[in-house]
Structures are given as structure tokens and as C-alpha cells.
């Protein structure tokens, strides 16, 4: 079945510095992959459609200079954290389906810690 | 403005039957989808409906009415393993997906 890869599971990093997550799909080409943050005890909250070979959009309240989406191929995306703060830390997920009205395929998650 | 509405908890005993209700209020409906998630992990897909009326998989099984903007998720035989959240998430005209909160599941021996 699809499969989506995301990478790093999880990572800390210093205030000020920037992270790198990757979201891969393993054996389906997805033109469109969506991040995802979610907070303790919260539900999914979509930040960003990531759309290969053009400009991500962005969801209102989503600083899109300091969260980065670079969708190079139909299968990778990343999303960098720029200067990461406290705030920061979260849970993010990807998820990518093979057509427009087929289920999600989540990656595993990044918990991403910054101190 | 598009809304999707969910109980936040419920709380049921093992063996039993329960039964998660969604209504929907969205611009255009292309279907609706019922995801489980256990804490700290990604969400997994559980079913999705596009015409009315019940689609059954193994425990679960899911319903929608479209006139009512209604649909529900039920888990019978319910396993300890259960215990989760689930997400109920309709994708609208633009096949854009607008998720509700989650029901969190707490099943009691």
C-alpha cells in the first residue's frame, strides 16, 4: 500500500537555529502534500498544501518565511523551521494522497523540541 | 464559514458498542473520512464515504447522510486497544480536507 516517509522522527535543536524535516511518499508520486502541527491534546492543524514545482500556500496565521516548504519532486517535500523558538516545539506531520478524493497517507510524525 | 463539530470525549466499556457522531457544515462536500489516532502517533484511515448510508470494515463501520450533514462512526466488540482519538474530516469543493477536533475514546474494562 502508499506509503509515506518522514524524517527525522524527532530532533532538538537550540533557540535560533533551523531544522529540516523531509516527507517522502515511497511508491506513489504526489503532486500535493500537506504539513500539519498539532499541539498536546489538540487536533491536526493543516499550515501549509505543498505543491510540487510551485509556491506552497499557506494557511492564515502560518508565518510562511519562517516555515519553509520546498516541494522539488513528486515525491519529497520538506519543511525547514526557520530561527526555531520554544514555541515551536510540536508535533508535525505530513500526509500526501495518490488522487484528490483518496485518503491520506500520514507520515510517522517529527516531535521536534527546541530548547 | 466551514465547521466540522465532534464530541470532545466519550467514554465507553469493553465489549461494547459505540457510536462517534459528525455534522458538517462545508462549501461542497467530496466525501468524509473517519481517521484513528493513538497518542503521540500519526493519524491512520479508518473509512471514507461519499454516498449515503452505511459502509461496514471488520468492527467499524460508518455512516453518512449528506441531506443532514451527518455521519458516524461505530465500533462494536470494543478492545482496550480502542482507546483513541478519532478524526472525522469532510474534504470540501476544493477537495481541501477541514477536520473537526477529535473525539477522544476511553474504553474501561
Known amino acids: 500500500g502508499a506509503v509515506v516517509s518522514q524524517h527525522p522522527s524527532w530532533v532538538i535543536c537550540k533557540s535560533g537555529t533551523s531544522v529540516k524535516i523531509e516527507c517522502r511518499s515511497l511508491?506513489?508520486?504526489?503532486?500535493?502534500m500537506f504539513w500539519y502541527r498539532q499541539f498536546p491534546k489538540q487536533s491536526l492543524m493543516l499550515m501549509a498544501t505543498?505543491?510540487?514545482?510551485?509556491?506552497?500556500?499557506?494557511e492564515q496565521g502560518v508565518e510562511k518565511d519562517k516555515f519553509l516548504i520546498n516541494h522539488a519532486s513528486l515525491t519529497l517535500s520538506t519543511l525547514t523551521v526557520t530561527s526555531a523558538h520554544p514555541e515551536d516545539s510540536s508535533f508535525y506531520i505530513c500526509?500526501?494522497?495518490?488522487?484528490?478524493?483518496?485518503?491520506?497517507?500520514f507520515g510517522n510524525g517529527t516531535r521536534l523540541t527546541v530548547t | 464559514g466551514q465547521n466540522i463539530d465532534q464530541p470532545t470525549e466519550m467514554t465507553a466499556t469493553e465489549g461494547a458498542i459505540v457510536q462517534i457522531n459528525c455534522t458538517y457544515q462545508?462549501?461542497?462536500?467530496?466525501?468524509l473520512f473517519w481517521y484513528q489516532q493513538h497518542a503521540g502517533e500519526a493519524p491512520t484511515f479508518l473509512s471514507y464515504?461519499?454516498l449515503d448510508g452505511l459502509e461496514e470494515k471488520g468492527r467499524f463501520s460508518s455512516f453518512l447522510s449528506r441531506s443532514k450533514g451527518y455521519s458516524y462512526l461505530l465500533l462494536k466488540e470494543l478492545q482496550m486497544k480502542d482507546s483513541a482519538s478519532y478524526l472525522c474530516?469532510?474534504?470540501?469543493?476544493?477537495?481541501?480536507?477541514?477536520w473537526g477536533a477529535g473525539t477522544k475514546l476511553i474504553i474501561k474494562p
Open positions: 505543498s505543491n510540487e514545482g510551485s509556491k506552497a500556500t499557506y
Open positions: 500526509s500526501a494522497g495518490q488522487e484528490e478524493y483518496s485518503p491520506l497517507h
Open positions: 462545508t462549501s461542497g462536500f467530496n466525501g
Open positions: 511508491d506513489f508520486q504526489a503532486t500535493t
Open positions: 464515504n461519499v
Open positions: 474530516a469532510v474534504s470540501d469543493s476544493n477537495y481541501q480536507l477541514i
